[in-house]
């Protein structure tokens, strides 16, 4: 499914990648402690995530935790070594793309991605890290 925004790659000298904006959840996908605890980020997880920022993609931590709560996840991530572009908000390339080719001023407040990475989109809750680095890093 198509934003019908252009193609082109948001970074300039990057190449040209099939997702540009990846929305990821933390319970249960980055992190595998129950909630509201989250001593680990998986390092798989850190490992593909971070070579897509490094081709010039951008990273939206997208979850339902919020306050001291969303700190803590945003904290241990940092840690881990894994930083994002947004959180729970859209991407700031992806914003400034849809002005340039709508000219409409912002955008909705449904966080938009090229591609979502959630336990609950899995019917077993599993999030298969070697997989997914295959589908967006190739």
Request: net charge negative.
């Amino acid at each position: 499914v198509s934003s019908g925004l252009s193609t082109k790659c948001y970074k300039e000298g990057v190449r040209e990648m099939r997702y540009k904006v990846i929305a990821v959840d933390f319970d249960g996908t980055l992190c595998y402690d129950e909630y509201p605890f989250n001593n680990g980020i998986d390092k798989k997880a850190v490992e593909v995530l971070n070579k897509f920022r490094s081709n010039g993609g951008e990273l939206i931590l997208w979850t339902c935790r919020h306050s001291e709560y969303l700190d803590r996840a945003v904290e241990v991530c940092k840690e881990a070594g894994l930083e994002f572009d947004a959180i729970n908000s859209q991407a700031p390339n992806h914003t400034k793309e849809f002005e340039k080719e709508t000219g409409i001023k912002g955008c909705s407040p449904k966080v938009y991605a090229d591609f979502y990475i959630d336990d609950h989109s899995r019917l077993d809750g599993k999030v298969d890290w070697d997989r997914l680095d295959k589908e967006i890093n190739g």
